[in-house]
């Protein structure tokens, strides 16, 4: 199986607020793990990709994986209200060229 | 701005009309798709060029026809498309065709009346 769990949302936190973006998946196969944030009217954008388990980091941005409990977060620190998007989680197989996407999380952060 | 660009940014077409979309990158990525997406949904791959070589075809209905004319510009021939088709069409790009990330254009907004 290749399925991807994401909470659709909508999701509203106060400005300055932490917010955690989750996905959990079934196949242990995934190798890149990505986040895509979308702003309504434009493409997805990528925010960050990660290959293995562990933190990655970039700015107010984290990425983390957890391979063994199958578990992918997100993490935006002092949030603003342009990161009001909706976003996207994603993973890959090695030598497969689809994506497969979470159903996207809606956030809203309110001023 | 993306660096993934998309033509036009919005198209209104009839269902007789035959229209192309277009799209172009300069990272030198050698494979390039072509998503679905409505509203409130994640996109729906619909065509993979890898090496300008369809490499994926989601079984998609031959009223869509890609053309990857050379590896930075890809095309989508439209034809007698139905209402039902009308959504935001995504272009992509990668660096290879294996499992890498993909980077996306802004879209094309297409309505069917």
């Known amino acids: 199986q290749k399925e991807v769990e994401q909470d659709p949302g909508p999701l509203s936190v106060p400005e300055g607020a932490i917010v955690s973006l989750n996905c959990t998946y079934s196949?242990?196969?995934?190798?890149?793990f990505m986040w895509y944030r979308q702003y309504s009217r434009k493409g997805p954008e990528l925010l960050m990709y990660t290959y293995s388990s562990g933190n990655k980091e970039d700015g107010r941005f984290t990425a983390q994986v957890d391979k063994s409990s199958k578990y992918i977060s997100l993490f935006i620190r002092d949030s603003q209200p342009s990161d009001s998007a909706t976003y996207l989680c994603a993973m890959t197989f090695e030598g497969d060229d689809k994506i497969i996407f979470g159903k996207g999380t809606r956030l809203h952060i309110l001023p | 701005d993306t660096e993934v660009t998309q033509t036009p940014k919005h198209l209104v077409m009839g269902m007789t009309n035959k229209k192309s979309l277009k799209c172009e990158q300069h990272m030198g990525h050698r494979a390039m798709y072509w998503y679905k997406q409505k509203a409130k949904k994640p996109p729906e791959l619909m065509f993979v060029y890898s090496y300008e070589k369809l490499s994926i075809n989601e079984s998609v209905p031959s009223r869509f026809s890609p053309e990857c004319p050379n590896s930075s510009l890809l095309n989508l021939h439209l034809h007698a498309l139905q209402p039902e088709d009308s959504a935001l069409y995504l272009c992509?790009?990668?660096?290879?065709?294996?499992?890498?990330?993909?980077?996306f254009g802004d879209g094309t907004r297409l309505s069917i009346l």
């Open positions: 196949n242990s196969a995934f190798q890149y």
């Open positions: 992509a790009s990668s660096l290879g065709h294996s499992n890498q990330p993909q980077h």
